[in-house]
């Protein structure tokens, strides 16, 4: 892997494409339940933290133990909502890309070791393995200019859609996790943030949509973003 993406300067607002494979280039996730956990991790790092509700759940007498633990397990997770914003990603059997932006300059470095961290952790206890599960510290290159900005979100959607090997028309992406059914508005997740880029493209022209852009073989495309493709 180049040196460059290991030597990582991060800027306040800065777009970046973050990437991270597992150790031996194996496996992180094996089956459906292992791509739900990490996508769930997501989740509760992105959205915001309801203190309030927490804290009167645990407060509630007719509270199991159980509950409670897990209440307490949340209010004690690091959250990342007003820091980390998720423009794009897909996850891959052996590796994930995210497109994201941060506010500031150390935020990138937090939730991703925040988020490796734990998901080895479950991981771990499920396959009874120990060690490290990710080939070192996760890859990073910054987004440096507008046409890298667009292009980085289709690269990071045709990785999940060839590896399904289906046509954009047919695609639902349940095997393949990615942010590609928020960007076609068949989907809403809250914690994932498309619409910086669609503001450049149209909902109503078919040739100008995002879908289109997507679609296109462009290999201009792949010149574009040379500079920011982290290879698995």
């Not at 989907?187 to 078919?206: G, M, Q, V």
Request: aromatic content about 14%; hydrophobic content about 35%.
């Amino acid at each position: 892997m180049p040196a460059r993406y290991l030597i990582k300067q991060y800027t306040p607002n800065g777009y970046y494409h973050l990437f991270n494979r597992g150790v031996e280039k194996r496996v992180i996730f094996q089956d459906e339940q292992d791509y739900a956990v990490f996508l769930n991790y997501l989740k509760e790092y992105l959205l915001p933290k309801n203190i309030a509700d927490l804290t009167k759940q645990l407060s509630n007498p007719k509270e199991c133990w159980a509950k409670k633990d897990k209440i307490l397990k949340l209010l004690r997770l690091n959250n990342f909502n007003k820091e980390i914003f998720l423009l794009a990603y897909c996850l891959m059997p052996n590796h994930f890309h995210f497109f994201i932006k941060q506010k500031n300059s150390n935020s990138i470095d937090k939730f991703m070791q925040s988020l490796c961290t734990r998901y080895t952790m479950y991981f771990n206890k499920k396959y009874k393995r120990v060690g490290s599960l990710f080939q070192g510290t996760y890859k990073a290159v910054l987004v440096a200019t507008e046409p890298q900005f667009l292009h980085l979100s289709r690269y990071v959607h045709q990785q999940a859609l060839n590896l399904q090997g289906v046509t954009l028309q047919n695609c639902n992406f349940k095997s393949q996790p990615c942010s590609y059914l928020e960007y076609l508005g068949k989907r809403k997740t809250e914690w994932i943030k498309p619409e910086e880029i669609l503001n450049f493209f149209s909902k109503t022209n078919p040739s100008l949509t995002y879908q289109s852009f997507v679609s296109d073989n462009n290999e201009e495309s792949d010149l574009l973003i040379k500079e920011i493709i982290i290879e698995d």
